[in-house]
């Protein structure tokens, strides 16, 4: 299973802004990366009248959409599938995972602050033995490396250092 680095923070911070800057930088090193968005209140990316749609409107509990590039799938669940859950299943063939939130999981999580957005971070100093980061636009000390929010090769190389190189033999 590849490892797997939380993204967190309070809404609107940036954080699929900051990720949409990370992932080509991370690729271009040569890594094959995997994303898992969260979303605590439910989401539908089906759309009414196309053929997928119907088939899970008719009644099936699992849908798949194949082509030769892609594919897809929409599955009812009786409950939440746990993130390690999730990337064990679908991400086998990638070199890291990276989930935009998931604030509540057990998993390593770098916090983006950004404090023209927000009073404060989400976590305080201390507060999660989880906390590997903080990627802000100000100094902050909350007991981890804080990264400036506008070097995408200093977060890279963080994230690099901790999940991605292996050892020297």
């Known amino acids: 299973m590849p490892p797997i680095v939380c993204l967190v923070s309070k809404k609107d911070s940036g954080k699929t802004t900051l990720l949409e800057k ?47 590039r892609k594919i897809a799938m929409v599955k009812d669940l009786d409950e939440e599938m746990r993130l390690k859950d999730i990337v064990e299943r679908f991400f086998e063939d990638r070199d890291l995972v990276i989930a935009e939130g998931y604030k509540q999981s057990d998993m390593p999580k770098i916090e983006l602050f950004r404090s023209t957005a927000h009073r404060s971070p989400w976590h305080t100093k201390g507060s999660s033995p989880h906390l590997i980061a903080v990627v802000s636009d100000i100094a902050i000390d909350l007991g981890v490396p804080c990264l400036p929010i506008d070097d995408v090769q200093a977060v890279a190389d963080f994230i690099e250092a901790r999940f991605l190189r292996k050892p020297a033999a």
């Open 22 to 68: 990370l992932i080509p930088e991370l690729s271009r090193r040569g890594y094959r990366l995997g994303t898992v968005k969260h979303d605590a209140h439910g989401f539908d990316i089906d759309h009414e009248g196309k053929d997928s749609w119907r088939h899970k409107q008719a009644g099936a509990a699992t849908v798949v959409i194949s082509s030769a």
